[in-house]
């Protein structure tokens, strides 16, 4: 009996641990896609194992759980905004497009720059949207004291340290609004980011990913706004 009850629970474990792995989980938390969009999430799990495999963007350790730690977690932002349509963001040091390429795939009718200093993992992203057919995206080899462009939100993933990453952007976000939140920074971080957003405490909010989202992966994600 007890060694019924392990197996069981061994499978149960599996079998969640599988649907982690693929893009079942990104439908279970996002269940108004259209067609298109489901089928542009389902083409990534090939294009960037053929990708990685020629540009390591995402540890090789990692690619099985291409949509559990980078496609779901990248989708973490828009638990907390829904980007209204034209609104225009920019996501800093993407690398092979995260969070951008998901964001792109799930707003649709908002525009995307996505810049890295890094060539080879910009090309990596550049050819993941072209072969899934994004159309509100440009791609482009830069350092972000390069651009010049104001957007509404400038979106990155644990970057660098919030103080310097605002000092960067900060001519880059435009005064003109159009969302429900201020114009701003929007950052992916993991663990305590106390210390880091305690400059901003007047104009910052900061939202635990695991309220979102069952997977223990979220446990210590979050999400950090700041008003610029």
Known sequence: MFQHAKLMFFCYLCSKNKKNMNVDIIFQYFKELSDNQREQFAQLDALY??????????????????????VLHSL????????????????????????????????????????DSIGKKIKVAAAVAEAIGLKNVVIEHRNVM????????????AVMNATDLVKLVRKNVSHQQHNSLPNGLICLKGGDVTAEMAPFAKHAEVWDLSQYFEEEFFETKKVTY???
Not at 50 to 63: F, P
Request: hydrophobic share 40%.
């Open 49 to 70: 194992r053929e990708w990685n495999a020629k540009i390591n963007v995402i540890s090789r350790k990692d690619i099985d759980n291409l949509y559990l730690h980078h």
């Open 76 to 115: 973490g932002i828009a638990k907390v905004i829904n980007f209204r349509p034209g609104t225009q963001i920019m996501d800093i040091g993407t690398g092979g497009g995260f969070p951008g390429i998901p964001l792109a795939i799930l707003f649709p009718e908002c525009q995307f720059k996505l810049i």
């Open 146 to 157: 390069e651009e010049k462009a104001q957007y509404d939100f400038v979106v990155s993933r």
């Open 226 to 228: 700041i008003q610029l």
